[in-house]
């Protein structure tokens, strides 16, 4: 088991900036690959960035890119993720997720979750 929690969000203005963190404990987080997700009201849970289980390889969604950085500190067993010039579009509920298989965008086959922290960008 991999327990997840997130943490960082809130209310920001149109362009500005925040820092989102997700604490792992549990089994070993160094050898999963980790990804975040946002789900806006009424739309799916969509992919929103990805990285490696050594932090590597990072992989986005188009949407964001140029935007947003993941990154990772396996010693503190955190994954970041950092927004950049935020859009009222950004707005959703952001989850971070554990899966022992890399290179996945597919939230379905990711093996744990978190419990999200609501990101609000106001126009």
């Known amino acids: 088991q991999v327990q997840l929690v997130e943490s960082g969000g809130g209310l920001v203005q149109a362009g500005g900036s925040l820092r989102l963190s997700c604490a792992a404990s549990?089994?070993?987080?160094?050898?999963?690959?980790m990804g975040w997700f946002r789900q806006a009201p009424g739309k799916e849970r969509e992919f929103v960035a990805g990285?490696?289980?050594?932090?590597?390889?990072?992989y986005y969604a188009d949407s964001v890119k140029g935007r947003f950085t993941i990154s990772r500190d396996n010693a503190k067993n955190t994954v970041y993720l950092q927004m950049n010039s935020l859009k009222p579009e950004d707005t959703a509920v952001y989850y971070c997720?554990?899966?022992?298989?890399?290179?996945?965008?597919?939230?379905?086959?990711?093996?744990?979750w978190g419990q999200g922290t609501q990101v609000t960008v106001s126009s």
């Open positions: 549990g089994r070993t987080f160094s050898i999963y690959a």
């Open positions: 990285i490696n289980w050594s932090g590597h390889t990072t």
């Open positions: 997720a554990a899966d022992i298989t890399p290179y996945t965008v597919v939230a379905r086959q990711y093996d744990y």
